[in-house]
């Protein structure tokens, strides 16, 4: 018996080494600066800094005035927050929102040339409702929107980490 869970936990170990699991390694970016034009000290902004600033290796500017240190430039054209009614009771009362969350922007070298394309990130969650949790749905709403969020700056770092050579 005892031989045998040994083997079984062998087994296991083998397959686990197997199966090509491995840590997130850090991005290694095509450029070592970036020019990005969201607001510094909006959430977007510092999450955005602090996601492509992780591996150490890539200097995130967003005075205007350094511009010409930068070798790409991350234009964000905005973030734009919907809420909209997808459910009511039979009284008319809100049961259910959906929460959407628009993001465009494009990367291109300072002389112009598009690396990436204008890209539009979509994210979007459901969200049940109830009078008598008001505050608690609020608090809710504001963490959604905070998750999706976080999933387009991670979308954004991998899409700028997959940029070749400019």
Same mark, same amino acid.
């Given at each position: 018996? @005892?031989?045998?869970?040994?083997?079984?936990? /062998?087994?296991?170990?083998?397959?686990?080494?197997? /199966?090509? $699991?491995? %840590? @997130?390694?850090?991005?290694?970016?095509? &450029?070592? =600066?970036?020019?990005?034009?969201?607001?510094?000290?909006?959430?977007?902004?510092?999450?955005?800094?602090? !996601?492509?600033?992780?591996?150490?290796?890539?200097?995130?500017? =967003?005075?205007?005035?350094?511009? +010409?240190?930068?070798?790409?430039?991350?234009?964000? $054209?905005?973030?734009?927050? =919907? +809420?909209?009614?997808?459910?009511?009771?039979? =009284?008319? !009362?809100?049961?259910? &929102?959906?929460?959407?969350?628009?993001?465009? &922007?494009?990367?291109?070298?300072?002389?112009?040339?598009? %690396?990436?394309?204008?890209?539009?990130?979509?994210? !979007?969650?459901?969200?049940?409702?109830?009078?008598? $949790?008001?505050?608690? +749905?609020?608090?809710?709403?504001?963490? %959604?929107?905070?998750?999706?969020?976080?999933?387009?700056?991670?979308?954004?770092?991998?899409?700028?980490?997959?940029?070749?050579? %400019?």
């Amino acid at each position: 018996m @005892r031989r045998l869970s040994l083997w079984l936990s /062998c087994a296991a170990l083998l397959a686990l080494a197997g /199966c090509g $699991f491995g %840590l @997130r390694q850090p991005a290694n970016y095509a &450029f070592s =600066t970036i020019y990005s034009s969201v607001a510094p000290t909006s959430p977007l902004g510092i999450e955005l800094q602090r !996601q492509l600033q992780a591996g150490g290796q890539l200097r995130y500017i =967003t005075d205007a005035a350094q511009i +010409k240190e930068a070798e790409v430039l991350l234009d964000v $054209f905005g973030e734009r927050r =919907t +809420k909209t009614v997808v459910g009511v009771s039979a =009284t008319g !009362q809100v049961r259910e &929102f959906q929460l959407r969350l628009n993001l465009k &922007f494009r990367l291109r070298t300072p002389l112009g040339k598009e %690396l990436i394309p204008e890209t539009e990130l979509v994210q !979007q969650r459901t969200m049940s409702y109830s009078e008598a $949790f008001a505050l608690s +749905k609020e608090v809710e709403e504001a963490m %959604l929107y905070r998750n999706m969020q976080s999933d387009m700056v991670q979308q954004i770092a991998r899409r700028l980490a997959a940029v070749q050579k %400019l």
